[in-house]
């Protein structure tokens, strides 16, 4: 199985902070990797598809890059909506796995 | 707009059965492959089986494999998960999801809760 690892587990910021968070593949997955947005209580929501797509009507704000193992989800301008639990994942072979997750708080 | 709602969750004793059921709309059902994801504080998100629009391809996680099955009717815009042989760690989430054209998941459902506890 892929494992992807996600780092810093938590983050603490400010509103208008510019934040990173990367997620690194344990084997080469090209561009299959997407990133989620999960608020307390609530599904996950997809942010960014193909390791740098942004999904319909999600904020230019957010911004992914890479490829290969090594991967980015940047947010420019922190808001305050935006403090949640970001997710990576693998969509390049089965099992579709997850990152552990990173907690982005205030 | 894109609408998935689960339900059948609910508290199992371990070794039951349960069917989970999830409600499509918005989209064209038979178009797109589906998914189902479960969460647990422990674990994550784990991703746990996915099925073709035609229900002829289907995938599954070691975890699962031999105890869930991944079924669809079309014709209901409906997908379901049949747990047979529940073990306690199955306690989770549910979700399912509509998968993307990369085999990103979409659009999810809000989840329903499945304890398996004697």
């Known amino acids: 199985d892929i494992q992807m690892t996600q780092s810093p587990s938590s983050l603490s910021a400010s509103v208008g902070d510019r934040v990173t968070i990367t997620c690194r593949a344990s084997?080469?997955?090209?561009?299959?990797l997407n990133w989620y947005q999960q608020k307390s209580g609530k599904a996950p929501k997809l942010l960014i598809y193909?390791?740098?797509t942004l999904h319909s009507g999600v904020p230019s704000r957010f911004s992914g890059s890479g490829s290969g193992t090594d991967f980015t989800l940047t947010i420019s301008s922190l808001q305050s909506e935006d403090f949640a639990t970001y997710y990576c994942?693998?969509?390049?072979?089965?099992?579709?796995?997850f990152g552990q997750g990173t907690k982005l708080q205030i | 707009q894109v609408q998935l709602v689960e339900s059948g969750g609910g508290l199992v004793k371990p070794g039951g059965s349960l069917r989970l059921s999830c409600a499509a709309s918005?989209?064209?059902?038979?178009?797109?492959?589906m998914s189902w994801i479960r969460q647990t504080p422990g674990k994550g998100l784990e991703w746990i089986s996915y099925?073709?629009?035609?229900?002829?391809?289907?995938y599954y996680a070691d975890s699962v494999k031999g105890r869930f099955t991944i079924s669809r009717d079309n014709a209901k815009n409906s997908l379901y998960l049949q747990m047979n042989r529940l073990r306690a760690d199955d306690t989770a989430v549910y979700y399912c999801?509509?998968?993307?054209?990369?085999?990103?998941?979409?659009?999810w459902g809000q989840g329903t809760l499945v304890t398996v506890s004697s």
């Open positions: 999801a509509k998968v993307g054209a990369t085999g990103d998941f979409d659009y």
């Open positions: 099925i073709s629009g035609s229900g002829t391809t289907i």
């Open positions: 918005g989209f064209t059902f038979s178009d797109y492959y």
């Open positions: 084997q080469t997955i090209n561009t299959y």
């Open positions: 193909a390791a740098s």
């Open positions: 994942q693998q969509t390049y072979s089965p099992p579709k796995t």
